[in-house]
């Protein structure tokens, strides 16, 4: 059963910076796609960012030139490193990953973590 664990979220002020860590578990290695989600209250989850096998990576418009993310292949683990942050930011952020190992509509993943809270705020 794959697992995936998320840790580093947390309370920052704006423009301040925060990483996210995804650990993942029960599958060797992801081969497919990996990314990161976020969601408020009321809202659709949104795909933030994601990098397919290849090492492609694709970021939502909101989060481009701020965020970063990035994968640990040897230890199996995904890192979304966020600068600059906004308190639109705000929200629960989750870890997803897929099969596919190309996602050119997005990803549609089985696989989700618990999340991990971050609130930007003054």
């Known amino acids: 059963e794959v697992q995936l664990r998320e840790s580093g979220g947390g309370s920052v002020q704006p423009g301040g910076s925060l990483r996210l860590s995804c650990t993942a578990s029960?599958?060797?290695?992801?081969?497919?796609?990996w990314g990161w989600f976020r969601q408020t209250p009321g809202q659709e989850r949104e795909e933030v960012a994601r990098?397919?096998?290849?090492?492609?990576?694709v970021y939502a418009d909101s989060v481009k030139g701020r965020f970063t993310i990035s994968r640990d292949s040897a230890q199996n683990t995904l890192y979304l490193q966020m600068d600059n942050l906004r308190p639109a930011d705000t929200a629960m952020y989750y870890c997803?990953?897929?099969?596919?190992?190309?996602?050119?509509?997005?990803?549609?993943?089985?696989?989700w973590g618990q999340g991990t809270q971050v609130t930007v705020s003054s």
């Open positions: 997803a990953a897929e099969s596919a190992t190309s996602c050119p509509f997005g990803m549609i993943p089985p696989y």
């Open positions: 029960g599958w060797r290695y992801i081969r497919g796609c």
């Open positions: 990098i397919e096998s290849n090492g492609k990576v």
